[in-house]
């Protein structure tokens, strides 16, 4: 089983910056990859980016690339999702999770941080 306890969010002005961390504890040598997903109300969730456990090749979605971060502190089994410029559409509840491999879907799931972005 693997943990995944998030913190951070909060209301922030169009603009500004925020960030989210993702701590995951428990089997954590058996992770391939984490990834950021957003849901906004009444709207499905979507891709936020992702990086692989090594903490290396971050990708990222195209409405967030350039003005978002993923980056892993390795020593603490962190991953930090640094939120630059951000714009009032970024109003979502933030997930982080992880999957074991590339073929499986993202098992393991945080609880969520709002995330709010006024105009």
């Known amino acids: 089983q693997v943990q995944l306890v998030e913190s951070g969010g909060g209301l922030v002005q169009a603009g500004g910056s925020l960030r989210l961390s993702c701590a995951a504890s428990?089997?954590?040598?058996?992770?391939?990859?984490m990834g950021w997903f957003r849901q906004s109300p009444g709207k499905e969730r979507k891709f936020v980016g992702r990086?692989?456990?090594?903490?290396?090749?971050?990708l990222y979605g195209d409405s967030v690339k350039g003005r978002f971060t993923i980056s892993k502190d390795n020593g603490e089994n962190t991953v930090y999702l640094q939120m630059n410029s951000l714009k009032p559409e970024d109003t979502a509840v933030y997930y982080c999770?992880?999957?074991?491999?590339?073929?499986?879907?993202?098992?393991?799931w945080g609880q969520g941080a709002q995330v709010t972005v006024s105009s």
């Open positions: 999770a992880v999957r074991l491999n590339s073929r499986d879907e993202y098992i393991y």
């Open positions: 428990g089997r954590t040598f058996r992770i391939y990859e």
């Open positions: 990086i692989n456990w090594s903490g290396i090749s971050p």
